[in-house]
């Protein structure tokens, strides 16, 4: 049976094949083997047409959506569409052939409907271990790609239905936790092979013409529905650039800057004028930048999600990242940070770029760290060699209508933490405690999300930690008045000690949250504060009710209520109470001197107007 081309058959069509891209992701969530796929859920399932383009997709990792559709057509490019055939299973991870960073793996399974290639069902994810020089495959101090894992060009792991046992047998020995990889890597086939079986079901209902012309059809709807968005932009040239605080190897901070040029029904952004790639792995490859492009371009016009998630949503934006920045890193620089770290402060810096355009639209700063904690070592209880990639929550950024969201991984994520119990289960570490940070939401109308508290004792005789945690030194910014969120904190206290104290002064680290290969033992406890997201709007104009009741929450101090928000807070008969004069009173106060300070500024400085709108990313929109 062939189906008709109607706008009602191509959405029963496109429900259908976002179904099997869901039920692909199911089965890898059920049948792996590490915590960070069936609990982080640090992967994304897809299904693409013969020429690698993204037909459906079940997206529970966004950061890799620039990746996934480049990775592929790599693949077919450089071992050329004859060499697929049925019963094929492909492996790919090379960071310059389109990848994202060395730990995120793409399986990638050609599908036959009708004995003629159709497309290709694909997942990526981050695997916890594949070797390099620190367990947990996250060195912060690596100076070049060969000390970040293993690396793998397009290459088969099953070949006409047989498992090839050198590629198995070369990857297994040079990863940390093969018993892991192993599950991991089965997980993924799993899924590819439930996603083939539901294709050709759906090939069977109805017809392999319909599938084929019906995702093209789709493909052409999403650019349009894109484009008519777009559109509604306001056109003009919106710049913006910020500094990230140091790459891991050296104190040095470095930039990235973007033009964003709105003309009609397309959107460029330039990132000419950012630093050349860093020593260190804070870099990132063009697809990395892509996937926080279209992340943000997302974000701004179409936050509910309406139109289907595919290529044609990519054709009308254009991207310049010069190689050999550290937007486009070139072999063989490093680069496992700049998928985690980087790119979420990359959609945060494309937001305040766009706030000239629409304030409305976009929100402040995020925390903008994946908190990476990474660890290995004997398991006390089993003897057997164990590893893990941790990620923590950070706080979002505020918008014009909400708060942010706290204890959220980061934006581009859309991963979940890890349950205590889980954790504690499967590594030697002991829990103390698992908070919200009070105070680390940036101040304003709208209140930046909270970072969390945890800290970790360790079980065992000894663990090996390294770390990249961003945004200790250059907060998340504000906007619109808005105040800067939290800091990030990660110290140690040794055993016997009763001081929390810098890595860098207690284990002579040149960064006090990027290290590698640094040796704790039995007694020895970490503590860590995520960062908050930015605050939205003058703090001074939220409402004091709400204030109260983010004190109450324990959210906010009391000494922040009236120092950041000048909300007066009294205790009458052990409850806490708003005095509405006394705030009135503080609240004028501080706005009559804060206007005051403004009108000398703009009187010194002189007004001006223009099309060309820019600003540094730590004040945007202030």
């Not at 991870?93 to 050609?110: F, S, T, V």
Request: hydrophobic share 35%.
């Amino acid at each position: 049976m062939t189906a008709a081309l109607d706008p009602v058959s191509l959405q029963v069509l496109h429900n259908s094949l976002i179904n099997v891209a869901a039920e692909m992701a199911l089965v890898m969530m059920k049948t792996s083997y590490s915590t960070i796929f069936n609990e982080g859920l640090d992967f994304s399932t897809v299904i693409l047409d013969s020429r690698g383009e993204l037909i459906a997709e079940k997206n529970y990792t966004p950061s890799m959506m620039g990746a996934i559709p480049h990775t592929v057509k790599w693949t077919i490019e450089e071992l050329g569409a004859e060499s697929f055939v049925s019963g094929d299973v492909l492996v790919h991870n090379d960071c310059y052939r389109g990848g994202c960073h060395l730990p995120e793996h793409m399986m990638i399974k050609p599908v036959f409907l009708n004995n003629a290639l159709f497309g290709f069902l694909g997942n990526m994810g981050h695997c916890a271990e594949i070797g390099g020089k620190a367990p947990g495959s996250f060195a912060s101090d690596a100076t070049d790609v060969y000390q970040e894992g293993l690396r793998l060009p397009p290459v088969k792991l099953i070949n006409r239905g047989e498992h090839v046992e050198d590629v198995w047998r070369i990857i297994l020995t040079n990863h940390r936790t093969p018993r892991n990889t192993w599950g991991d890597f089965h997980a993924m086939i799993g899924s590819l092979n439930v996603g083939e079986r539901r294709m050709m079901s759906l090939a069977q209902k109805y017809g392999v013409a319909f599938i084929k012309a019906g995702s093209q059809a789709l493909l052409d709807h999403s650019e349009r529905l894109m484009r008519a968005h777009i559109d509604d932009l306001p056109d003009g040239e919106y710049a913006a650039e910020m500094w990230i605080e140091d790459d891991g190897v050296t104190r040095d901070a470095f930039k990235i800057r973007v033009t964003i040029v709105v003309r009609g029904d397309e959107i460029l952004f330039d990132f000419t004028g950012s630093s050349r790639q860093v020593r260190g792995p804070m870099n990132c490859t063009f697809t990395v930048v892509a996937a926080a492009v279209y992340n943000a371009v997302f974000s701004v016009v179409d936050p509910r999600s309406l139109i289907p998630r595919n290529s044609g949503c990519h054709r009308p934006i254009r991207i310049i990242a010069p190689p050999g920045s550290v937007v486009n890193v070139q072999h063989p620089g490093p680069c496992v940070g700049g998928n985690t770290d980087t790119q979420p402060k990359i959609i945060d810096l494309l937001l305040a770029a766009l706030a000239h355009a629409v304030p409305e639209r976009v929100a402040a700063a995020s925390g903008g760290s994946s908190s990476n904690l990474l660890f290995g070592g004997l398991h006390p209880a089993t003897g057997q060699y164990y590893s893990n990639y941790h990620f923590d929550g950070m706080g979002t950024g505020a918008t014009a209508r909400k708060d942010g969201n706290s204890g959220e991984i980061t934006r581009h994520s859309n991963c979940r933490n890890t349950p205590v119990e889980v954790f504690e289960t499967r590594y030697p570490f002991l829990t103390g405690e698992y908070s919200l940070a009070q105070d680390s939401g940036g101040p304003g109308r709208q209140r930046g999300g909270l970072g969390i508290v945890r800290t970790l004792e360790v079980t065992a005789s000894e663990i090996t930690v390294s770390a990249l945690f961003d945004r200790a030194r250059l907060a998340p910014w504000g906007l619109f008045s808005g105040m800067e969120g939290g800091r990030t904190r990660l110290l140690v206290r040794p055993a016997g000690s009763r001081r929390f104290r810098p890595f860098s002064e207690v284990y002579g680290t040149l960064s006090p949250t990027k290290f590698t290969n640094v040796l704790l033992k039995r007694g020895d406890v970490i503590r860590y504060q995520t960062p908050g997201g930015g605050g939205y709007g003058e703090p001074l104009e939220r409402e004091p009710e709400r204030v109260l009741e983010d004190v109450r929450e324990g959210f906010v101090s009391m000494a922040a209520a009236r120092g950041a928000y000048g909300v007066v807070l009294t205790q009458v008969n052990g409850e806490l109470r708003l005095d509405s004069k006394a705030t009135q009173r503080l609240r004028t106060r501080r706005l009559g001197a804060r206007r005051r300070r403004s009108w000398e500024s703009g009187s010194k400085s002189g007004g001006h107007g223009t099309r060309r709108r820019s600003s540094t990313a730590s004040s945007a929109g202030g």
